[in-house]
T-cell receptor
Framework: SQTIHQWPATLVQPVGSPLSLECTVE??????LYWYRQAAGRGLQLLFY??????ISSEVPQNLSASRPQDRQFILSSKKLLLSDSGFYLC?????????????FGSGTQLSVL | AQSVSQHNHHVILSEAASLELGCNYS??????LFWYVQYPGQHLQLLLK??????LVKGIKGFEAEFIKSKFSFNLRKPSVQWSDTAEYFC??????????????FGGGTRVLVKP
């Protein structure tokens, strides 16, 4: 069966520090991968999605970047965190191809930038 | 671009009461529609989805949703809730014409608290 791992679960970082959140998927190949963010009191916002290795699309301009060095690994990064980067970050995957495929979500990372 | 609005941020009700959560979307083209749920301490997971056919969709745990195209709505319903339905519910939509990926646009979510 397929599983998705996301870590760390919580993270407290000072403003200006770098960020690296990692997500890996097991039990499937060629997944579509996604990074979502949920700010307090708001819905989930799609940040990045990837349909293949080194193929990343950014949905909103921001201080963050994403990379996919391997088929089932998706990394969210920042060189210098801002206060506004605080939020709950969710990694997700779906089967490649159909737009009606459901997403499978990770457990999320609560990031607090102080 | 699509947008999704959920009318209620918080809903509190008693067991056996009926539940209806509103969801409206804005998009001119053909869409796929989803409801996701996050139970306390668990991952976000799919509750039900609509992409074609009967506009009344039945999902897990007795939930159903009706797609009304003329109203751009996809409201979620359950005739009789249980304490275990306490969760946060998210409506989501994507454009069926998307060539790659399954890029969902989510609503702001509705927190439902069912009192025993």
């Amino acid at each position: 069966s397929q599983t998705i791992h996301q870590w760390p679960a919580t993270l407290v970082q000072p403003v200006g520090s770098p960020l690296s959140l990692e997500c890996t998927v097991e039990g499937t190949s060629n997944p579509n991968l996604y990074w979502y963010r949920q700010a307090a009191g708001r819905g989930l916002q799609l940040l990045f999605y990837s349909i293949g290795i080194d193929q990343i699309s950014s949905e909103v301009p921001q201080n963050l970047s994403a990379s996919r060095p391997q088929d089932r690994q998706f990394i969210l990064s920042s060189k210098k965190l801002l206060l506004s980067d605080s939020g709950f970050y969710l990694c997700a995957w779906s089967r490649m191809g159909e737009a009606n495929e459901k997403l499978f979500f990770g457990s999320g990372t609560q990031l607090s930038v102080l | 671009a699509q947008s999704v609005s959920q009318h209620n941020h918080h809903v509190i009700l008693s067991e056996a009461a009926s539940l209806e959560l509103g969801c409206n979307y804005s998009y001119g083209g053909t869409v796929n529609l989803f409801w996701y749920v996050q139970y306390p301490g668990q991952h976000l997971q799919l509750l039900l989805k609509y992409f074609s056919g009967d506009p009344l969709v039945k999902g897990i745990k007795g939930f159903e949703a009706e797609f009304i195209k003329s109203k751009f709505s996809f409201n979620l319903r359950k005739p009789s809730v249980q304490w275990s339905d306490t969760a946060e519910y998210f409506c989501a939509v994507n454009a069926r014409a998307e060539a790659a990926g399954n890029k969902l646009t989510f609503g702001g979510g509705t927190r439902v608290l069912v009192k025993p």
